[in-house]
Every structure is written in structure tokens, then in C-alpha cells.
């Protein structure tokens, strides 16, 4: 798999390497790794609380599993790196019973290497990740399904979605056809 492509609905299509966005990765931002046991299951305020306080930060949650009953918010962040384990093998997967990530008035902030799962493709109405007046949203190498709403939604916000994995909502599949 070329790193220059994104992967949607079963399909490689390729990134024209002009246009390709510069993800802020940088090797000189400090970095707090996170287990995921230390984010409790069924709670999502401890990554609120700790994503708030990490301007300039790469927050790096490990591999394995976590199920949250509620929506990470994160509002009027601006600089954080939000990066799950970049191992394709052990994944960082984050199981939602509703709506997912729900960004508001954040800015030059990067979701990265995540898998996202959503409740259900078709009963449950969620959004995996919502953005809404902010400015450069990055969503990077993210595996997001089983919503229903939306899979990544962005409203009045600049941002880009590249080389990310969607699969199984709703919204999609009524429109394919086969």
C-alpha cells in the first residue's frame, strides 16, 4: 500500500503529491503516552481533561480497546496531536455507543491513527467525528465505522481527511449501486 494513497470503499485512489497537505508531525514536540488502562472504560472526561492541557503536545494512546458511552468534546483547543499506536497489527480502537469525537472552535489540531468505531451502521444516528467552527483539522491514517449520521462531518470549519479508511454507515450505502 503506497503511504500516498487513501483507501475508500475497497478502492485505492491516489493523493496528488502537490496538493498533499503537510500533517504538523513534528519529532520536537513533547510527547505523553497513554496507556489505554489509564483511560477508564465508559468515561470519556479523563481524555477531555488531559487533551485540554496539551497544547503543543502529542498525546500518544497505546494499543488495544476502549468503549465510551459518551463523546470525547474537545473545545477551543488549538496545537494538540491526538495519535493512536501507528502498529497495523495492534491497533488503537476507541468503540463508541453514539457519537464519536466532536470538535468546536479548535484549531491546527490532528487526529491520527485511530480506529473508530461507531454503535451501529444503520439503528444508532452518531457521528464518528464532528467538526464545527474549527480551523485546520487534520484526520490522518484513521479507520472510522458503524455510524450511521456521518462518518467525518465538517461545518463551517477548514480541515482535511486523507489516506483514512471508511466504511459501513448508512449515509454511504444508500447511496451505492449495487
Known amino acids: 500500500h503506497n503511504p500516498a494513497e487513501s483507501h475508500v470503499n475497497g478502492i485505492y485512489v ?27 472504560p465508559s468515561s470519556h472526561s479523563s481524555l477531555e481533561a488531559i487533551l ?33 499506536s501507528t502498529d497495523e497489527h495492534n491497533p488503537t480502537i476507541i468503540h463508541y455507543s453514539g457519537n464519536g469525537f466532536q470538535l468546536r472552535g479548535c484549531s491546527n489540531v490532528v487526529l ?10 444503520y439503528t444508532v444516528e452518531a457521528t464518528g467525528i464532528a467538526v464545527r467552527s474549527s480551523s485546520h483539522v487534520f484526520v490522518y491514517h484513521c479507520d472510522v465505522s458503524f455510524f450511521a449520521r456521518a462518518l467525518v462531518e465538517f461545518a463551517e470549519s ?21
Do not use: W
Open 14 to 40: 491516489p493523493f496528488p503529491e502537490r496538493n498533499r497537505p503537510i500533517i504538523p508531525f513534528s519529532d520536537t514536540r513533547t510527547k505523553v503516552t497513554l496507556p489505554l488502562d489509564v483511560l477508564l
Open 52 to 84: 485540554s492541557h496539551a497544547s503543543g503536545k502529542t498525546v500518544c494512546l497505546g494499543p488495544g480497546v476502549i468503549s465510551l458511552e459518551k463523546p470525547v468534546v474537545l473545545q477551543n483547543l488549538s496545537d494538540i496531536v491526538l495519535q493512536g
Open 112 to 121: 491520527a491513527h485511530l480506529s473508530l468505531e461507531g454503535p451501529h451502521a
Open 158 to 178: 477548514i480541515g482535511i481527511v486523507t489516506e483514512s479508511r471508511f466504511s459501513e454507515s448508512a449515509m454511504i450505502d444508500c447511496h451505492n449501486p449495487y
